[in-house]
């Protein structure tokens, strides 16, 4: 089973991931947890190390490259594994930041979005940008505004693909948030098997 996790910087994917594959290896089941970035916290970091400041196509360029490579390795990896994939971040994510960026859409990540196998559940962290800043704020590793980020949570939005996504309020407790994920993959799991 194929679950991906996608929001906005600070909406809790990655926390809500690991507690997820945590959770399933807790009850006995194979739980494979798969990272899908883009490099776009490293760019940050040595952007604000060396003063660059790349141009919003350039940065396009090397984050498309990048979280496609993870991708498609990791949907290798995810069709030798029996059990629960978790992705965090999926192709979905460039297209949101291309659109916030006032980027095109492009032809390449909408066309692999139809060929790769389909997640069996897709889930949308939907937060507050306020409440997503205050925690990568918080994380001191990247740096978002609270208008970027409102910017990027309206992008996830527009995607054509978003009314097929399943939202969870990320701004509430962990364990509200987790509860919510496990009862999505239990709803989808009897068709899996």
Excluded at 79 to 99: E, I, K, N, S, Y
Excluded at 118 to 137: G, K, L, N
Excluded at 146 to 154: I, P
Aim: charge should be neutral; proline fraction near 4%; aromatic fraction near 6%.
């Amino acid at each position: 089973m194929l679950i991906v996790l996608t929001g906005i910087d600070g909406s809790g994917k990655t926390t809500a991931a690991r507690a997820l594959v945590d959770s399933a290896r807790a009850d006995g089941r194979g739980a494979l947890l798969l990272n899908n970035h883009a490099a776009r916290r490293r760019m940050w970091q040595l952007s604000a190390r060396y003063g660059w400041t790349l141009a919003p196509r350039v940065k396009d360029f090397i984050e498309t490259g990048v979280r496609l490579f993870n991708v498609l390795v990791n949907h290798a990896r995810a069709g030798q594994f029996d059990g629960l994939v978790v992705m965090d971040r999926h192709l979905h994510c460039q297209l949101a930041l291309r659109q916030a960026n006032g980027l095109q859409r492009g032809r390449l990540l909408p066309w692999l979005l139809e060929k790769l196998p389909a997640a069996d559940v897709h889930v949308h962290f939907d937060t507050d940008p306020t409440i997503a800043h205050e925690r990568v704020t918080a994380r001191g590793t990247d740096q978002e505004t609270v208008n970027d980020l409102r910017a990027f949570r309206q992008a996830y939005r527009s995607l054509p693909e978003f009314d097929d996504f399943e939202l969870v309020d990320a701004g509430g407790e962990p364990g509200e948030v987790l509860a919510r994920l496990n009862y999505l993959v239990a709803a989808k799991e009897p068709a899996c098997a």
